[in-house]
């Protein structure tokens, strides 16, 4: 029967006009009589829709009592049908009004808006629940975590990890307090096309279908998040919302402090879901129709800090924010029991509490745009990460005396990235036992002791790596040079007068050679980093190495590439640094980002350099190697090559320093911008050609203030480093260039001033 024969037949109807409405789980019509308006909702007929429009009716009846428009229920009818499911039918009263999506947003409405909920949350908790208390939806966020299984509908990877990250802090901030919250019958669904507004104000809503007896919080968790949508300041939306529902409805302070997450938990369900109807009904716009504005403010919510958004919520509802200890008296604590020989950034140092992926929040409730973290090369607390490691540390950690797959796997995959000469790892615990122990091997093989480093190298803080470091040694109280160290000068480019076509290389290499020829037959290795990043991210000139590697090995040494910064993709167009100079090093040092923070490292090496080494005593890490550690690692590697990292250094690279270099043309103190792929160095040069260590430090300090991290570095620290988390983008590149000229441009750098 057709949809007019049937209101004709069941509900004695004389239609003027039926008109098809959009619907999620329902056939929905407007329905036009001589007697008005209403709402026809067409339903498979089963136990649990049975249970739901009991349940409905009953709160439809209880919320009759408010001065608000509900679609109240005219009849029900259930069909019965012979050869396919049986049905219902509902028939309700069509609502007049405009949607709050059609709607510009007063603070003056969403207040009204707050009110209104906050009515009806309290009407409905006189509801009898029990009939649905079982319901189990994955749009009722207490079952956020069934979305999970959506998540690989998605399609592109960088999205894909910022859905994990909030499956992730859903797990540790809700999960473990679930059953403290208050529970409560929720209509679960205050979109903006399901609330309906008259003169400002909120007058109604419709669409009970997604109810469920649920955290009472929730509610607010689907509300706040739909009224953020597309807003500049969504903080403060959200706040006249809260402010609300508080003041007729009181919520508790650890609802409130949930609620960035379930914000995040209902964007993250939104974005599943259209994902996956996308996927099942390609050309359905209805059920995608705020799939762009949740991703918008899904990106958003991760640069806004959670202690800010939550201390807003606070305010919102009259609770005192939550605080942290003062800067000031953490300095005066750390002080206390470390010593001072470990520094802290910037000249106002930051307290830091949370991170995600290029952003660190600090307790303050400011969010920091991190362009200098080389270690977290896959972004901070990357799911894919610290799963690994909370997974594999609840099942086993050992050591090397051992066998275990975790170890295995790992050095496999790290092996494939290297070329087949390099067949052995080593694996230990930082860059600095990495570089220690590849010095030892290279003694060991070569059976020499000379060690040839360039100037302003840095390779570890052990006794050997401060030895083999410039950066270190050369320093004020550093020791000074090793007579066994042959230091060769920083064959940089820039400065130079020569140009990188090769001419540079070759006069560097014979200023090395120099150096090198008289010490022949008594040097075991010479160890270099791709791009010097403590000179100030100095990359090597062409033809460089091949001379150097060439001389050394034909004098009986080895040859160690300093993989440690520049590693794993980090440079955009090479895996390895070695690679852009087309030299197979016989030792690599590896560290830093190969844990993503967590601390790993390795020796990769040839197989006879390790056959050399085992003729003497055993090599045992008590940590170096273990499960947990490789299995991390392991899930960085996945990371990068699963989500194109790689790629997307060379690409978000070449634009940041195009920008830079544009900048460059603008403001002559930038004097060089230099590296490849998220390794940059910008040198900064006062008027009269000096090193700029000054301005550089002002701009570093300045950005600090902007909420933007770099560091500086080089002989007189003139060089800004920029080497960010691998998930920077073009939009974080475009925030940090803007934040430069602003600063160059508000100073105008007064370049005999500030030398
Ligand atoms: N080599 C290089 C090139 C480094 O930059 C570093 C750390 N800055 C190390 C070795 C030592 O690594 P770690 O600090 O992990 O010991």
């Known amino acids: 029967m057709d949809i007019p024969a049937l209101l004709k037949a069941h509900f004695k109807l004389e239609i003027q006009e039926v008109v098809p409405l959009e619907g999620y789980g329902s056939s929905n019509y407007r329905v036009d009589t001589g007697n008005g308006q209403f709402v026809l909702k067409r339903y498979r007929d089963d136990d649990d829709r049975r249970r739901l429009l009991e349940t409905e009716s009953k709160v439809l009846k209880e919320l009759s009592g408010l001065k608000y428009d509900f679609p109240d229920e005219v009849d029900t009818i259930f069909l019965p049908n012979k050869n396919a499911d049986n049905e219902v039918l509902r028939l309700h009263r069509y609502l007049q009004g405009e949607f709050l999506a059609q709607v510009s947003h007063t603070t003056a409405l969403l207040h009204s808006f707050g009110r209104f909920l906050g009515q009806m949350d309290r009407k409905m908790a006189k509801v009898d629940a029990h009939k649905i208390g079982a319901r189990e939806i994955s749009w009722d966020l207490r079952y956020f975590l069934r979305n999970q299984e959506l998540q690989s509908c998605i399609p592109a990877p960088e999205d894909r990890r910022i859905v994990d990250y909030f499956f992730l802090q859903y797990e540790e901030h809700i999960s473990p307090i679930r059953h403290k919250l208050r529970k409560s019958l929720i209509h679960n669904d205050a979109n903006d096309w399901n609330v309906l507004t008259r003169d400002g104000k909120v007058s109604g809503i419709i669409d009970f279908g997604d109810m469920c007896y649920s955290w009472l919080i929730n509610e607010l968790g689907v509300a706040v998040t739909y009224v953020m949508m597309g807003k500049e300041e969504p903080l403060e939306a959200a706040m006249a919302l809260i402010q609300g529902y508080h003041g007729v409805h009181p919520l508790e302070e650890q609802e409130l402090d949930l609620l960035y997450y379930l914000v995040g938990a209902r964007l993250c369900t939104s974005v599943c879901n259209s994902a996956y109807s996308k996927l099942q009904i390609p050309d359905s716009s209805y059920i ?86 080389n270690i977290m090369i896959v972004g901070h607390c990357h799911p894919s990460v610290v799963r690994a490691g909370q997974r594999t540390m609840a099942r086993l950690n050992t050591n090397t005396r051992y066998l275990y797959e975790e170890i295995l796997s790992y050095s496999e995959r790290l092996l494939e990235t290297f070329p087949r000469e390099l067949n052995k790892v080593f694996l230990v615990n930082s860059g600095s036992a990495a570089s220690d122990l590849a010095l030892r091997l290279a003694k060991c093989h070569a059976a020499k002791e000379k060690i040839a480093v360039l100037e302003h190298g840095y390779h570890g803080n052990t006794q050997t ?244 991290l770099v560091s500086t570095d080089g002989p007189y620290d003139q060089v800004l480093k920029i080497k960010p988390p691998l998930t920077f983008a073009n939009r974080d590149a475009d925030q940090l260039c803007r934040a430069i000229k602003v600063i160059l441009e508000q100073d105008n750098y007064d370049l005999a001033k500030k030398k």
């Open 465 to 708: 790596g401060i030895r083999v470091s410039h950066y270190k040694y050369a320093a004020d109280g550093g020791g000074g040079k090793d007579p066994n160290v042959i230091q060769l000068p920083l064959p940089q480019v820039y400065g130079s007068n020569l140009t990188d076509d090769g001419t540079a290389g070759t006069y560097f290499a014979n200023e090395a050679l120099r150096l090198l020829v008289p010490e022949e037959h008594k040097v075991a290795a010479f160890i270099a980093e791709p791009i010097v990043g403590c000179g100030g991210q100095v990359p090597l000139p062409k033809g460089y190495l091949r001379t150097i590697y060439r001389e050394i090995r034909k004098q009986g040494g080895v040859c160690i590439s300093d993989e440690t910064q520049v590693g794993f993709g980090r440079l955009g167009e090479h895996f390895w640094g070695f690679e852009a100079y087309g030299v197979v090093p016989d030792l690599v040092v590896l560290g830093k980002p190969m844990g993503n923070g967590h601390p790993i490292g390795a020796v990769v090496t040839t197989e006879a350099i390790a056959r050399s080494f085992e003729s003497g005593p055993e090599f045992f890490s008590s940590f170096g190697g273990n499960p947990v550690s490789c299995a991390i690692a392991e899930a960085v590697l996945e990371v990068i090559q699963h989500e194109g990292l790689q790629e997307h250094a060379r690409m978000v690279g070449d634009y940041l320093k195009n920008r830079l270099l544009a900048l460059q043309k603008e403001f002559p103190v930038i004097a060089d911008v230099r590296g490849s792929g998220l390794f940059l160095g910008v040198e900064i040069r006062t008027a009269d050609g000096s090193p700029g260590t000054e301005i550089a430090k002002e701009i570093k300090n300045q950005l600090r203030h902007m909420h933007i």
């Open 288 to 373: 995608t129709i705020s799939e762009k504005p949740a991703w918008s403010l899904l990106r958003k919510w991760l640069s806004i800090n959670p202690i800010k958004a939550t201390n807003k919520f606070r305010e919102a509802a009259g609770f005192k924010p939550i605080k942290y200890p003062e800067a000031r008296k953490q300095k005066k604590r750390r002080n206390e029991v470390l010593s001072k020989s470990l520094s802290l950034s910037y000249t106002d140092p930051i307290q830091m509490y949370r991170s995600a992926f290029q952003y660190m929040y600090d307790t303050e409730g400011n969010t920091y745009l991190d362009a200098y973290n």
